[in-house]
C-alpha cells in the first residue's frame, strides 16, 4: 500500500503520515453504503485532513452524516426489513451504485424507460431476490427480467411497496427493499424527488398498522 487516503472493503486508511493506520470502518456508517461512498468518503477525508481539520473530527463527520435525500436514503426499518430510497436511480448506471451495495434486495424499478433498458444490469440481477415493476417501463424490465429473476409487475410504488415488504417479510432474514428505479420518474410523477417520498408515504402507511400492533 503506498502513501495516501484509501478505502478498502470498507476500511479507511490514513498513510498521509509517518505510518498508515486504520482510522474509520465505514461499513458501520449506515448512510455510507456501498465502494462508491467509501471512495466519496475517502476523497471527503483526505480534503478535510489537508485542510488541518483533526482526524477524530473528521472521522466524526463521516460516521454521523446522515446521508442526503432520495440517494440510498434508509426511510424506515420494519422489523427485520430496511426501506432504502434511491429514487435519484434514474437510469441503469445510477441504479447500479445502489444495486452493488447490497448482497440481496427486492427491487422497486422502473418509470420512464431510458435508453438500454436494465439490460446492462444483468450480472447483479442474482442479487435480486424479486423485482416489482412499475411505470411505463414495467413490461419492457419484465421482458428483460425474464427468465433471469423473479417479477412481479405493480403498476404503481404503493402496490410495489407492500408487496416488496410482505415479501421480504416472509422471508424471515434480515431484508431490504430497494426503490432504484433505473428509469426517470416522469410518466407518474413530476420528479424524482416526488417518487422518493411517495415510496417514503407508502413504507410509512405499511408501519402505521406495526405501530398499533406493538401499541
Not at 72 to 96: C, L, P
Not at 103 to 113: D, L, M, N, R, T
Request: glycine share 10%; charged share 20%; with cysteine.
Amino acid at each position: 500500500m503506498g502513501r495516501g487516503v484509501y478505502a478498502l472493503s470498507g476500511m479507511l486508511y490514513d498513510g498521509t503520515g509517518d505510518r498508515v493506520m486504520e482510522v474509520a470502518d465505514l461499513t458501520r456508517a449506515a448512510s455510507l453504503p456501498g465502494r462508491h461512498n467509501w471512495q466519496n468518503a475517502a476523497a471527503t477525508y483526505a480534503a478535510v485532513r489537508a485542510l488541518g481539520v483533526p482526524w477524530e473530527v473528521a472521522i466524526e463527520g463521516l460516521t454521523s452524516f446522515p446521508g442526503l435525500a432520495h440517494r440510498m436514503e434508509t426511510v424506515a426499518q420494519i422489523g427485520a426489513v430496511r426501506f432504502v430510497n434511491d429514487s435519484k436511480g434514474t437510469n441503469a448506471d445510477a441504479a447500479r451504485q445502489a444495486m452493488s451495495s447490497y448482497p440481496k434486495f427486492y427491487w422497486i424499478a422502473g418509470g420512464q424507460p431510458k435508453s438500454g433498458g436494465i439490460e446492462p444490469l444483468s450480472d447483479l440481477f442474482p442479487r435480486v431476490a424479486k423485482a416489482y415493476l412499475i411505470g411505463e417501463a414495467a413490461a419492457e424490465f419484465a421482458r428483460t427480467l425474464d427468465g433471469k429473476a423473479d417479477y412481479a409487475v405493480c403498476g404503481d410504488i404503493e402496490t410495489a411497496a407492500a408487496a416488496a415488504y410482505a415479501d421480504a417479510a416472509r422471508s424471515g432474514e434480515d431484508a431490504v427493499v430497494l426503490l432504484s428505479p433505473a428509469g426517470a420518474s416522469f410518466d407518474q410523477f413530476p420528479d424524482f424527488e416526488a417518487r422518493g417520498e411517495a415510496f417514503r408515504a407508502a413504507v410509512q402507511s405499511l408501519e402505521e398498522p406495526v405501530r398499533k400492533v406493538r401499541a
